[in-house]
Structure formats: structure tokens, C-alpha cells
């Protein structure tokens, strides 16, 4: 096995950032010609997914659910308000606090986005336990990050 040299720590190619960077501006890129369907952007189909899992639920908790700053989130659920798929709601048990629900028609997309998964799969040539390792290897990797 070969030493790695300083050259070698410093090459484009062997950053780690660099890796995650493309991965994820290309997983984006083969997300998008599925979603455009569905009138969903990449953001905009993570946050269904979790408003799928849990509905209503405050921007707090959605943006918590999503790893973002409610700021960032808050146009993004005002998107999604304004094409119909959630609405904005005085919590039930606590008037102050703005909770975000799915409207019938965001219920019904679920069911048009099933199969979103599987063709994303198919396009990466991937199969489920392939996709499963790398997510849970970037799962670890953020988690091993101390911010």
C-alpha cells in the first residue's frame, strides 16, 4: 500500500466534499424529470414526505424533521400553500403556535408519489439494499458531525 502524499490529500478528486457536493447535485438532477409530474421540486417532495408521516405538524417541527432553519422552510410551506397542498392552522392546543396540515388534494398526491422511489432505483441502477448502504453511510457521516 502506498503512503498518500500532501499532493494526493489535495487533489480534487479525493475530497470528500467534493463527492457529496456532485452526489447531491446529481441525485437532485434524476429526482427532477420524476417530480415535475407531481408539480414538486426536490425541497418541496422532502417536505411531503414528512408532512406524509405527520400531519399537522408545526414549522418548527417540520423544519427539524427537514435539517433546516424554520426561515428557510416557512417559503417553502407558503409554496405548498399556494399550489394547495397544505394549509396553515391555529394549533388546537395552543392558539399561538401555526400548525401545518395536508389539504385532500396534498393526501391524494401520496398516493401519485409511491412509485417515486422505485424510479429513481431504476434510473440509478440501484437496487433497494444498494440504496440502503449509502444512505446509511451518509446517516452516519452526519451524525459523526459535531456543528
Not at 6 to 29: H, P
Not at 61 to 79: G, Q
Not at 86 to 107: F, H, M, Q, Y
Request: net charge negative; aromatic share 4%; proline share 6%.
Amino acid at each position: 500500500m502506498s503512503e498518500t502524499t500532501t499532493d494526493d490529500l489535495l487533489r480534487l478528486d479525493n475530497q470528500l466534499c467534493f463527492a457529496l457536493v456532485t452526489a447531491a447535485r446529481n441525485v437532485v438532477a434524476v429526482y427532477r424529470p420524476i417530480l415535475e409530474p407531481l408539480g414538486l421540486t426536490h425541497p418541496q417532495y422532502l417536505a411531503m414526505l414528512a408532512l406524509w408521516e405527520e400531519s399537522p405538524r408545526s414549522l418548527g417541527d417540520l423544519a427539524a424533521a427537514l435539517a433546516m432553519e424554520p426561515a428557510t422552510a416557512s417559503p417553502l410551506v407558503k409554496r405548498l400553500e399556494a399550489d394547495g397542498l397544505i394549509e396553515r392552522r391555529r394549533s388546537s392546543a395552543d392558539e399561538r403556535r401555526l400548525d401545518i396540515a395536508l389539504t385532500p388534494k396534498g393526501v391524494a398526491l401520496r398516493a401519485k408519489a409511491v412509485d417515486v422511489p422505485r424510479q429513481v432505483m431504476a434510473r440509478l441502477g440501484m437496487t433497494v439494499p444498494e440504496v440502503e448502504a449509502v444512505r446509511d453511510a451518509l446517516t452516519r457521516f452526519a451524525g459523526a458531525v459535531d456543528l
